[in-house]
């Protein structure tokens, strides 16, 4: 066994005894093997809680194929332990675009039953150019707010060929994935690739959603002063009432030493912006992919660029300042970090594995649209999280249920 095959197979078993949650749905599926005889194809962060949830769909009887939905996110010691373990697994940290698209069609080449993706690749592929592939799918699971931005775009086009379960926007997922999962790991991304001290350091979130209502947060636990800005009128109160500063991207950049993008869109921070900047600033993107700091607008207004530190990249721009870029603007919690903690995307590949089945009984049953997760899934995690940290709660007694219900003056 290769040194890369220990430390993927040792990041492996971490990250299973950690995944509580996951284990007990893996425990039924293993028994039922629901999946047994379907196709799954994967496009997600391939690193070890991924490498867990696959292992859990292949052992419940599917024959699954996995790529990476973003050219930096892999960690190749996962690779080579799922490899060694009999996954197919196409995915190498550092991927060229064409090798990244490559590896997205090895994974259609399977032709799947059931497509699990982040940030809808596989599902655009299958709605464009591998459309030869569409009569075998049953159905998909989209796992990011990007993804489901994408394929309701498709659904409201009239395009979307197949049924779509949005596991973005269960609570079991978004409440806790998108905050907590979000808010540490892009701190820690940026942590381990800067090195520099956040207390004190005026420190800029672009979006305030659930994303990026974690990064500032976390951002302020550390001591750093938050600004936000946003072009939704109810999230900016939000942020405002919350105790962040809120103000335009242009107000907010002349000051900034930090400017993180969480927003899903694209073209967030421009050259107008970059012109702006105070010598130092560094920037970093928490969006999937790398549009929202405008990466053409930087390399047009530097004079030189050079990498300082690993996955830091220095912009010289005309004039004297420098600006530093995390990731090559891509997300800092993969291209830099760890990504999400563990016992965060237990829940969320909880999510994905009950999705998972929900498609392989009902999914040809289901119209081609955007789905959302069942209550009944959502709260069976919600449960099983519970019962793994050990917490009890109390039960609506039949008359509380009762009074809820009715629309009588309560006595």
């Known amino acids: ?39 799954v194809g994967m496009a997600l962060h391939v690193e070890a809680k991924t490498g867990v949830l696959a292992l859990t769909l292949r052992d419940a009887g599917a024959k699954v194929r996995l790529a990476s939905c973003n050219p930096l996110s892999t960690d190749d010691s996962v690779v080579a332990a799922l490899r060694a373990d009999g996954l197919e697994t196409f995915a190498k940290k550092g991927e060229t675009e064409k090798q990244y698209d490559e590896y997205l069609h090895k994974v259609l080449d399977l032709r799947p039953h059931i497509v699990i993706d982040d940030g809808a690749d596989l599902i655009y592929r299958l709605h464009t150019n ?21 394929v309701r775009a498709m659904e409201r086009a009239g395009q979307l ?22 808010g540490q ?70 000051d900034a030493d930090f400017i993180i993008t969480a927003t899903g869109d694209k073209e967030v921070v421009t050259a107008k912006d970059l012109r702006l900047v105070k ?22 207004l530097a004079a030189r660029k050079r990498r300082v530190r690993e996955y830091v990249d220095e912009y010289a721009l ?16 993969l291209a830099a970090g760890q990504g999400h903690p563990v016992e965060i995307m237990d829940m ?9 089945e929900l498609l392989a009984k009902s999914g040809k049953a289901m119209p081609p649209r955007v789905h959302p997760v069942p209550r009944e899934l959502d709260e069976k995690v ?23 219900q009715s629309w009588t003056e309560g006595t």
């Not at 971490?14 to 005889?37: C, E, F, Q, T």
């Not at 591998?130 to 994408?150: A, K, W």
């Not at 560094?282 to 990466?295: D, P, Q, T």
Request: glycine letters at 10%.
């Open 1 to 39: 066994m290769s040194d890369l095959e220990e430390r993927g197979r040792n990041r492996l078993a971490w990250a299973k005894a950690h995944m509580d949650v996951l284990a007990a749905i893996r425990r039924s599926l293993v028994r039922r093997k629901p999946l047994r005889g379907l196709r």
């Open 130 to 150: 591998r459309r030869e592939v569409l009569p075998d799918v049953i159905g998909g699971n989209e796992e990011t707010t990007t993804g489901v931005l994408r």
């Open 161 to 182: 060929a197949f049924p779509v379960i949005s596991v973005n926007d269960a609570h079991m997922k978004y409440l806790f994935d998108n905050r907590y999962g979000t």
């Open 185 to 254: 790991s892009v701190i820690d991304g940026l942590l381990t690739a800067t090195n520099l001290l956040l207390a004190g350091k005026r420190f800029v979130v672009a979006g305030y959603g659930w994303c990026g209502r974690g990064i500032a947060t976390r951002a302020r636990g550390m001591g750093a002063h938050v600004v936000v800005t946003e072009v939704d009128p109810v999230r900016a109160i939000e942020a405002k009432l919350d105790g962040f500063e809120v103000m335009t991207m242009e107000q907010a950049a002349r």
């Open 279 to 300: 010598d130092g600033c560094v920037l970093a993107n928490a969006g999937h992919f790398n549009v929202e700091v405008s990466m053409r607008d930087l390399e047009r």
């Open 318 to 333: 005309r004039g004297g300042k420098k600006v530093y870029v995390i990731g090559e603007g891509r997300l800092v919690n």
């Open 348 to 356: 969320s590949f909880s999510i994905q594995a009950l999705c998972t």
């Open 382 to 404: 919600a449960r099983l999280k519970l019962r793994a940290m050990g917490i009890e709660i109390d039960a609506l007694s039949a008359a509380q249920k009762e009074y809820l």
